[in-house]
């Protein structure tokens, strides 16, 4: 079989009057095979959502070739059309006048979905993603779960070969996001061959779904790898994580300044201040620099609330190498 995804040194430029052109994408390659659930992480900015628009044929790339399903996203976009769908966090799609099952069914009447077919489909969907009992609901009278759920719906719709899935559960509460999470994987072990392309910023929800993940930053893919091999490229560091108060002051990147230059120390990010305490994560060579840590937090006159040593996660391995926080992207 061919590849699902196949990203060939793609860029995109964005060029405006009077300023300098913006690459959105450097040199993206990316291969995804058949079957996977492949995860895209990266903060805002990073170039995400342009080359999940690059392949659902949506914006053309500046450069470089992309294949989706074994089609040109530029040549044959309408075949790749024909192979995919993609549902977004927070999108709202449909008619809100409308019912649940009357908006479904109008986007498998644009797949060509025979009526008869559609409704067994629908049917059988809401029911396992629990939104049976609304089916006849307007869509305008439903909650952003339910919605959400509605759209995972319509984009399974066509059993698609590739699905696009960007920030599927944003926002939503835990027990919908994890009922729209185990059907997904259900519905990857149904048939050989369907492929994800998933972009979250919930580091436990790519951890737990994809078998590869690639990490992407400034328009250029950093590392691609599965969650466990990214956590091995840490074994031989030490995770520390300190609560401190009062939180760091104005100057506190002066503060992180000095710790950073801390013999032994690899790195520090700081997390938003939290009810007059503040989290401190470390990167450490080994356990005998928490001596050094502890000390210099007491030079700067910090109480250290709680102290302890974690085995590395996908957080501290996207701290490494983007140097902050997923969910501090925005910063």
């Known amino acids: 079989m061919s590849l699902a995804i196949d990203v060939q040194n793609v860029s995109r430029v964005f060029e405006s009057k009077g300023k300098e052109p913006f ?15 492949f995860g895209l992480l990266g903060p805002n900015g990073a170039g995400k959502s ?4 690059i392949l659902s044929t949506l914006l053309l790339p500046t450069s470089g070739t992309a294949r989706v399903a074994g089609f040109d996203v530029v040549h044959e976009a309408d075949r790749v059309r024909r192979s995919i769908n993609m549902v977004s966090g927070g999108e709202h799609s449909g008619y809100g006048i409308l019912t649940v099952r009357e908006s479904l069914w109008l986007f ?3 797949h060509g979905i025979p009526s008869r077919e559609a409704l067994r489909r629908i049917d059988e969907t809401l029911e396992i993603v629990g939104l049976a009992e609304h089916a006849h609901a307007r869509i305008n009278k439903l909650s952003t779960g339910m919605r959400q759920k509605m759209n995972f719906v319509r984009g399974l719709l066509n059993d698609p070969a590739v699905l696009f899935l960007d920030e599927p559960t944003l926002g939503l509460d835990v027990e919908t996001a994890r009922i ?13 061959g369907r492929t994800v392309l998933l972009t979250t910023h919930y580091m436990a929800e790519a951890d737990e779904l994809c078998d590869r993940l690639a990490i992407i930053d400034g328009g250029r893919i950093l590392t691609v790898d599965t969650p466990a091999g990214l956590k091995r490229t840490m074994q031989d560091e030490v995770v520390l994580k300190t609560e401190i108060s009062p939180v760091l002051a104005g100057a506190d990147e002066d503060v992180l300044g000095r710790f950073r230059q801390l013999p032994g120390v690899l790195g520090v990010i700081a997390d938003r201040p939290q009810n007059g305490t503040q989290l401190l994560t470390w990167r450490l060579i080994d356990d005998g620099v928490i001596g050094t840590v502890v000390n210099e937090l007491q030079a700067a006159d910090v109480r250290i609330i709680r102290l302890e040593k974690n085995e590395p996660t996908l ?17």
């Open 108 to 110: 498998a009447q644009f």
């Open 50 to 53: 342009t080359l999940i628009k």
């Open 315 to 331: 957080e501290d391995v996207f701290m490494r190498m983007v140097g902050r926080r997923l969910t501090d992207a925005g910063k």
């Open 23 to 37: 690459y959105a994408l450097r040199d993206a390659n990316l291969q995804v095979e058949p079957g996977e659930l």
């Open 180 to 192: 729209l999470r185990d059907y997904l994987k259900q519905w990857i072990k149904e048939k050989p």
